[in-house]
């Protein structure tokens, strides 16, 4: 009898399924109104608010996948 790898190899060939090629992304669809994305964040720096005083700046960005539809709040608290 013959062994090598080629011969198992061979083998293996037949008795496998044949492989599909792997996604490389995935569609992602939503219903209206069954999610929103939410971001908040602190922007760098202050902005004067009169006096000599300074605050911080906050932001929040959501966004409605389904239309993409996006809206920002900003606020010093």
């Given at each position: 009898m013959t062994v090598g790898v080629s011969i198992l190899k061979d083998?293996?060939?037949r008795?496998?399924?044949s492989r599909r090629?792997?996604?490389v992304y995935?569609?992602?669809a939503?219903?209206?109104?069954?999610?929103?994305?939410?971001?908040w964040w602190q922007l760098p720096g202050s902005?004067?608010?009169?006096g000599g005083a300074s605050r911080r700046v906050f932001g929040l960005v959501t966004?409605?996948?389904?239309?993409?539809?996006?809206?920002a709040v900003f606020s010093q608290f």
């Open positions: 083998y293996l060939a008795v496998r399924p090629e792997p996604r995935q569609r992602t939503y219903l209206p109104g069954e999610l929103a994305q939410c971001d902005v004067p608010v009169g966004t409605l996948p389904h239309s993409a539809a996006h809206v």
